[in-house]
């Protein structure tokens, strides 16, 4: 589930709000996500030049107290990591690399000298392009045909990697602008600087982007090497008509519109995972939801990279939208669809708010069809052994089934740090067989920590526990011996 700051669009709900009530909003979030089965959440902590932690390179975020750059007095970063990670759910840092500014009159539009003192752009004015220029929608941004710039967003970018455990960094689609009509993006004199050896100045673009992210996928692993990069780009890459690789669709092309060539990243293997916005019904004439999931799984095949989709959750009963999101199983139908592609590993709901909403009941029927169990993240990445835990304990209480266990090796010579736990229960007291944990049919909880207390336990029944352990890449161990109850 992405959780959106920009604008307040879903935490915090309204700039100026105290701590008490931003950690209890978020823990609303939380409990949400947790409600729903779901196993990550990605927050927007970065977005346009500013933070969400202490930063020594930018600007506190306006949409924690309403004024760039006042210090909130609180780190909300380190409650956002370890509160997630309290419930077990992945944290991903959604930062937005280059945009550094909102339209006004909610934002600084186009004008430098509405940016706090501390902003990078106002330091670095020759680093800042306004577009499009005379016009509501005007934005700063920084130019990503600068080199320095280039390294200074990364710079940004690692302060939170380095100083927080988080367990991912995350990209949406926004890179170069969207175009505006009749506007070019002002980077004609950074062409002609650094652009020699280019055809075109779209090329030089797409190596500009490029070289971001192989630059930054780079640094992310060599200081964490087990926190994850992706990107949810928009979801076409290209139309068949303007390249026979692209997709069977009409709509607007990333490669072209944001200088974004995500079908290279995942081929050159730069990100770790990709989530294409794939926000469109089945059966929509110019971006078919059924064509493009064959697509992107057709693209991540054969590499390393993982494969999510973003669903348009905020479409659902939206005025103005097709029928098709009228329809109560509408994102449903999706999910059911992506099971024919084994490449798709899960999807990512467009956003927290809309989630909330749970319009004609689709959420619900979502949950009821496709998550009712707990799930793992896929596993990713290289693996060392991961040694089975032993439970320690196991008995009835007023609460439920009391479970303890412990691990039996833990980041010891060939075995991996052991992270989090799963909880698997059958009926009976049986020996489980390979089969019974093979899915997650009969998985009641993943934790951190070494106790559960099973509160769907009913009196008088017996079951039969097991428990596994998971490194931080979700690889999974063999399950403990058995406790009977």
């Known amino acids: 589930m992405w959780i959106a700051s920009v604008v307040n669009i879903d935490w915090p709900s309204a700039p100026g709000r105290s701590e008490a009530e931003l950690k209890a909003e978020y823990d609303g979030w939380l409990d949400l996500a947790e409600s729903l089965n779901y196993n990550a959440v990605i927050v927007q902590v970065r977005p346009h030049a500013d933070a969400f932690w202490p930063s020594p390179l930018e600007p506190w975020s306006q949409y924690l107290t309403g004024v760039a750059g006042q210090d909130p007095g609180w780190d909300p970063l380190s409650y956002l990591v370890s509160e997630a990670h309290a419930r077990n759910l992945e944290f991903h840092a959604w930062f937005n690399p280059y945009r550094a500014s909102m339209p006004a009159p909610g934002g600084a539009g186009t004008d430098l ?103 930054l996928d780079g640094r992310i692993h060599a200081a964490k090497p087990w926190v ?82 973003g669903q348009a959750d905020y479409k659902v009963a939206a005025a103005g939208q097709p029928a098709a999101w009228f329809d109560p199983d509408a994102l449903s139908k999706h999910l059911t669809f992506n099971r024919q592609y084994p490449q798709v590993l899960g999807d990512v709901h467009f956003s927290a708010v809309q989630v909330r909403a749970n319009r004609l009941n689709s959420e619900t029927i979502l949950a009821a069809e496709h998550h009712s169990r707990p799930a793992f993240p896929p596993a990713w990445g290289p693996a060392k052994p991961v040694a089975f835990p032993v439970l320690t304990g196991a008995r009835r209480t007023t609460s439920g089934a009391e479970l303890r266990w412990r691990p039996t090796v833990s980041g010891t010579g060939p075995f991996a740090d052991v992270t989090s736990y799963g909880v698997y229960r059958l009926d009976g007291t049986t020996a489980p067989r390979a089969c019974d944990l093979a899915d997650a049919s009969h998985l009641i909880a993943t934790v951190r920590g070494t106790a559960y207390t099973d509160p769907t336990a009913e009196p008088g029944r017996h079951y039969t526990y097991v428990v596994t352990a998971l490194d931080r890449r979700w690889h999974e161990s063999a399950p403990s011996p058995p406790r009977w109850i």
Request: proline letters at 6%; aromatic letters at 16%; charged letters at 20%.
């Open 113 to 215: 000298s509405k940016l706090p003192a501390d902003s990078p752009l106002a330091r670095h004015p020759d680093w800042a392009v306004a577009y499009p220029v005379n016009n509501a929608a005007g934005r700063l941004y920084f130019n990503p045909g600068i080199p320095a710039v280039r390294e200074f967003v990364q710079d940004a970018i690692m302060d939170a990697v380095t100083k927080y455990d988080i367990d991912g960094v995350h990209f949406d689609d926004y890179f170069y602008p969207y175009p505006a009509a009749g506007q070019d993006f002002g980077d004609e004199a950074t062409f002609a600087q650094y652009g020699g050896g280019f055809a075109t100045k779209g090329d030089w673009r797409r190596d500009n982007i490029d070289q971001l992210v192989r630059s």
């Open 228 to 309: 994850r990069f992706g990107v949810s780009p928009f979801g076409i890459w290209r139309n068949k008509a303007a390249d026979p690789l692209g997709s069977d669709t009409n709509g607007t092309q990333s490669y072209d519109a944001n200088f974004a060539d995500t079908r290279k990243w995942v081929k050159e293997g730069w990100i770790d995972y990709i989530v294409p916005q794939v926000y469109w019904n089945i059966g929509f004439a110019v971006a078919d939801y059924a064509k493009l999931v064959p697509w992107w799984a057709d693209v991540v095949a054969g590499t390393d990279v993982q494969l999510y989709i």
